[in-house]
């Protein structure tokens, strides 16, 4: 368990500082940037008040695992987070 809080921690502080040094963002990079913050801060409240993460969306027409709301953000965030920086993070650059 404390594997995953001492991860959660470092994850955010890494993004932070990418953050900081990152200039030209965007507003996909805003908004990817957010929803991974909030996901990984939703999941580490989770385990360090339960001891574990809360998931309770479970989809039966399709064969998924259970998961809950900040897992969602997590994956929608890191997609836009990894366009921003794939496709969109250059071309902001080649213009400044």
Same mark, same amino acid.
């Given at each position: 368990?404390?594997? %995953? ?5 470092? %994850? &955010? ?8 040094? $990152? /200039?030209? #963002? @965007? /507003?996909?990079? %805003? %908004? ?7 996901? $990984? &801060? @939703?999941?580490?409240?989770?385990? &360090?008040?339960? @001891? ?5 969306? #479970? ?17 929608? @965030? ?9 496709? &969109?993070?250059?071309? #902001?650059?080649?213009?400044?």
């Amino acid at each position: 368990m404390l594997f %995953f809080i001492i991860s959660a921690l470092i %994850f &955010i502080i890494a993004v932070s500082l990418f953050d900081f040094f $990152t /200039k030209n #963002k @965007g /507003k996909i990079y %805003f %908004f990817g940037f957010s929803l991974m913050i909030a996901g $990984t &801060i @939703g999941n580490l409240i989770d385990r &360090i008040s339960y @001891g574990y993460v809360r998931d309770f969306i #479970k989809l039966d027409f399709v064969n998924y695992p259970i998961f809950n709301i900040a897992d969602m953000a997590l994956v929608v @965030g890191a997609v836009m987070f990894s366009v921003y920086i794939l496709f &969109i993070a250059d071309d #902001k650059q080649k213009k400044a």
